[in-house]
């Protein structure tokens, strides 16, 4: 069989409801983190691991320089091989 590689980006903040469509910058920086993410990899900023109510193991925090965002935004990636 095939089994395509994903990549997953997280990010929780506020949004704009524009009715069929969300938008703000809650939004832009979930695209980005996104996009920089590799394949096989959960990429989340690294303010929504904190504000979790569960632990996760994660990798070293690092800087992304995202398109459209002043400030670089703090990402890490989530191991999941042992998630259960």
């Known amino acids: 069989g095939y089994a395509p590689?994903?990549?997953i980006g997280v990010h929780a903040?506020?949004?704009n409801d524009?009715?069929?469509d969300l938008t703000g910058l809650g939004?832009?920086?979930?695209?980005r983190?996104?996009?920089a993410a590799a394949a096989g990899e959960i990429l989340t900023t690294a303010t929504t691991v904190r504000a979790s109510s569960?632990?996760?193991s994660?990798?070293?925090e690092r800087s992304l320089e995202a398109t459209g965002v002043a400030a670089p935004v703090e990402?890490?990636?989530?191991?999941w091989s042992e998630a259960g």
């Open 54 to 56: 569960r632990e996760y």
């Open 18 to 20: 524009r009715g069929d």
């Open 33 to 35: 983190v996104m996009e």
């Open 75 to 79: 990402v890490v990636a989530i191991d």
């Open 58 to 60: 994660v990798g070293l």
């Open 5 to 7: 590689s994903v990549r």
């Open 13 to 15: 903040d506020e949004v």
């Open 27 to 31: 939004v832009h920086v979930a695209a």
